[in-house]
């Protein structure tokens, strides 16, 4: 087939195959092209038509599910390897997939980033996996997305802070800035953006931005979690605001990557499938300490966690 299949997934979706959108009657004939394309692996049939149709009867999702492989297999035939029992997105066929090109991108050698890749990698991150795409009635395909979601955005936030830091070490201010305030957009209580951007700003000549900067940070974590800044973002407020700031030598770049926030140690974790979280979670200790309690319980087979929206449900999850 001589033009590529694009499949563009962070922010809005855009399916196309050359310059031609490629058009797809449902929404779940889409969700399932889109999880064959980010996952590049055989999935049995079974599995499928529990993600797509969770609330019906096997034999019914199977059913539907035939009738979607139908509909796909008539616009992106080459693009599938099907077989009686499993469903694969062939990946020997041309093909653009961002989300993959982005993981990529930011694949790691021995421990150290290819800056070039970072740069890439952020810009080609237009908004959140899947953002303007939702399906109501498919909740276990909803929460595959809200994982996927999270590692995503959480790479990219890793991403960013690097760029930050090799713009702070190389004297880059205004692209440290840039970096750093874009991190802040995505995730605003993020406290190690807030100590780069004020850092930044203050090696940049504008203390009293940094000091602002603090004040902003305080008043977020303050609001939203009810708690102070770390100990380190205090100190980091109190060189700048004394004039003990250091700025970096010139032309000495940031080598490795950045520290990342300190380790904690934790027990072992009982078996479960539960994902490891991929960002800080801060000013839910007492909830977090009833679900850990909860979680090493034997007899403890289902957890529910109920609010209103906007409460921090699945991030708490």
């Keep these: 087939m001589s033009e590529p299949l694009h499949v ?8 196309r195959q050359g310059e031609r959108p490629l058009s797809l009657s449902t929404h779940k004939t889409q969700a399932l092209l889109i999880y ?32 979607t492989l139908t509909r796909l297999r008539k616009a992106v035939a080459a693009y599938l390897t099907v077989t009686r029992h ?15 090109q982005f ?78 305030r874009r991190a802040l957009t995505l995730d605003p209580w993020l406290e190690r953006a807030h100590q780069q ?18 004040e902003t940070c305080r008043r977020i974590l303050a609001e939203e979690f009810g708690v102070e800044p770390a100990a380190e973002t205090v100190a980091l407020y109190e060189a700048i605001r004394d004039d003990r700031m250091r700025p970096p030598q010139a032309g000495m770049a940031a080598k490795q990557p950045a520290a990342k926030d300190a380790a904690v140690a ?4 009982p078996l479960h499938n539960i994902p490891a979280a991929t960002t800080p979670f801060i000013g839910r200790e007492e909830e977090l300490a009833q679900l850990q309690t909860l979680l090493a319980d034997p007899t403890c087979r289902l957890l529910t966690i109920v609010g209103p929206g906007g409460m921090g449900k699945t991030r708490l999850g």
């Design 8 to 15: 563009s997934l962070l922010g809005k979706v855009v399916l």
């Design 36 to 67: 064959l394309a980010v996952t590049q692996q055989p999935h049995s049939r079974a599995a499928l038509a529990a993600l797509l149709w969770s609330d019906m009867p096997e034999e019914a999702a199977r059913a539907n599910l035939r009738m």
């Design 86 to 100: 499993t469903l694969a997105f062939n990946t020997a066929v041309s093909h653009v997939i961002d989300v993959t």
């Design 103 to 180: 993981s990529r991108l930011l694949s790691t050698h021995g421990g150290a980033y290819n800056y070039d890749n970072l740069q890439q990698a952020v810009a080609l991150y237009r908004g959140d996996f899947l953002d303007d795409f939702h399906i109501a009635d498919a909740p276990v395909f909803t929460d595959w997305v809200l994982l996927e979601r999270e590692r995503l955005r959480q790479s990219l936030l890793d991403a960013l802070a690097q760029l930050a830091d090799h713009a702070y070490a190389t004297q880059a201010y205004d692209d440290g800035i840039h970096h750093a």
């Design 197 to 214: 951007l004020m850092r930044l700003l203050a090696a940049h000549g504008q203390r009293s931005k940094a000091l602002a900067q603090f």
């Design 266 to 269: 934790v027990p072992p974790a």
